[in-house]
Structures are given as structure tokens and as C-alpha cells.
């Protein structure tokens, strides 16, 4: 019987705990992490010049990108660990649609480092939620999760704040302008006492425009959170580089 528990251990650990492969090139690792020493020198970071407001990768320095200038509002601040772009944005769609969920958990240790890297200090963390349709079919809510591991990680109260109301087009087919009509009033918030008075931190896997963090952020401000800010895996750079 030991036997037995002990081979299904070894093969369990070999076959489904990706942790002792790359998850980039599936390279066998032998130390805690998620990359090989190649790979991980691969990774996209965000480094060199941002953006002060939302973190994105510029060309140069800048208070606001053309990006987030005169758009992102109620979002105070936002930041991203990586640019999104291979292979990085690779392993995101592969955790939000071929059921990869382990690669959440690396990505949410990068999270909780850039967490204390840019000095948040934010009374709770929450997510971008998904309807409930969207969750049954994919299984998670990727947001939830990473955001769950967050807390967890940083030790900052993880709160179920907000539900989204309706289903809604697949952002990454929209413009900006297109974005913003598609999310206008699809969240509510279910716990208003939860974000009164408080920063708030979102937490998701990817920032295009902004527009979703945006749309949520405004909800929170209504709802008299004090402070929104937006922290997530991977954020696009502005098209003209500023």
C-alpha cells in the first residue's frame, strides 16, 4: 500500500505538477521555481522607463502615455510586471483557456514582489470578476485566483467586492472607445462596506487600454473606496512608444 502511494506521489508529481518542467520550454528544473535559468532571462519585464500613472514600458519617460491620459481617471495608479508579449502572453492564455492554472501561481508570486517593489499599501485586494455563465465555462475565474494567491502572498485581506452583471464582448477585439461602451454598467458592487473608505487593489492578468480596471475602479470611488489602484501581470505598450 506504501508502495503504491508512493508511485502515485512520483507519477502525480512527474506528470501533473508542471512545477519540475519549464513552463516555457519544459526543461527539467530542480529549484523552486516555474523557469529555467534561459527562460527566465526571456521573461518580458517591465524595466527602464514607465509611464508614472499606469507602469507601461516607454520610450521615455512620462507622467501620463498616450495611452492612459485623460482615460484612466478613477484608477489612481496601476502597475504591470511584464510587457505583454511572447512568451509570457503565451502562458497567459494558456492559463485562461487550456486550464493551466498552475502557471497562476507563478505569476502571482511576480505579483506579490512587484507588490512591495512599488510600495502599494492597500487596505484590501480584489479582482475583476467574471459572470457566473463565464465561470462555469471556463471552470475560474483566473482574476479570483491570482488575486486569492495575492493576499495570501502580501498578507493584504482578499475581499469579494464587486459581480459583473452581464456578458460582454472579448475585449481584445474592440478599440479603446469600444472598450469603454462595452463594460459601461457591467459591474455592481455587493459589499460596499468592504471598500468604504479604503484603498483598493485589483488585481488582473492583463492591461490593454485600461478600460476594464477603469470601469470597475469607477464603481469602487462610488461606492467610497478612497483609493483604486490596478496591479497586473502584463500590460500592452502604447502603440507610438509615449
Known amino acids: 500500500m506504501k508502495a503504491f502511494k508512493a508511485f502515485k506521489t512520483f507519477f502525480k508529481r512527474l506528470f501533473y505538477y508542471p512545477k519540475w518542467r ?26 527602464g522607463a514607465t509611464c508614472s500613472h499606469c507602469g507601461r514600458k516607454v520610450v521615455a519617460d512620462e507622467e501620463y502615455c498616450s495611452t492612459c491620459k485623460g482615460k484612466l481617471i478613477a484608477t489612481d495608479r496601476a502597475r504591470s510586471v511584464f510587457n505583454y508579449g511572447k512568451p509570457v502572453s503565451t502562458l497567459i492564455k494558456r492559463a485562461k483557456y487550456d486550464n493551466a492554472k498552475y502557471l497562476l501561481d507563478a505569476f502571482s508570486d511576480y505579483l506579490a514582489a512587484a507588490y512591495f517593489k512599488y510600495y502599494f499599501n492597500s487596505d484590501c485586494v480584489t479582482f475583476v470578476p467574471a459572470t457566473d455563465k463565464s465561470k462555469k465555462k471556463r471552470g475560474y475565474n483566473q482574476s479570483e485566483i491570482l488575486a486569492a494567491q495575492v493576499s495570501e502572498k502580501t498578507g493584504v485581506p482578499f475581499v469579494r467586492a464587486a459581480v459583473k452583471t452581464r456578458e460582454t464582448q472579448r475585449q481584445a477585439s474592440l478599440n479603446a472607445d469600444k ?23 485589483i488585481i488582473d492578468d492583463v492591461t490593454t487600454t485600461g478600460s476594464t480596471g477603469e470601469a470597475l475602479a469607477e464603481k469602487l470611488k462610488k461606492a467610497g473606496a478612497a483609493k483604486v489602484e490596478l496591479l497586473t501581470v502584463a500590460s500592452v505598450p502604447p502603440k507610438d512608444g509615449y
Do not use: H
Open 179 to 201: 472598450r469603454r461602451k462595452n463594460l459601461a454598467e457591467a459591474f455592481r458592487i455587493t459589499d460596499k462596506s468592504a471598500v468604504a473608505g479604503k484603498s483598493v487593489l
Open 22 to 47: 519549464c513552463a516555457v520550454c519544459g526543461k527539467e528544473i530542480f529549484d523552486d521555481g516555474f523557469f529555467c535559468e534561459r527562460c527566465r532571462k526571456s521573461l518580458p519585464f517591465i524595466d
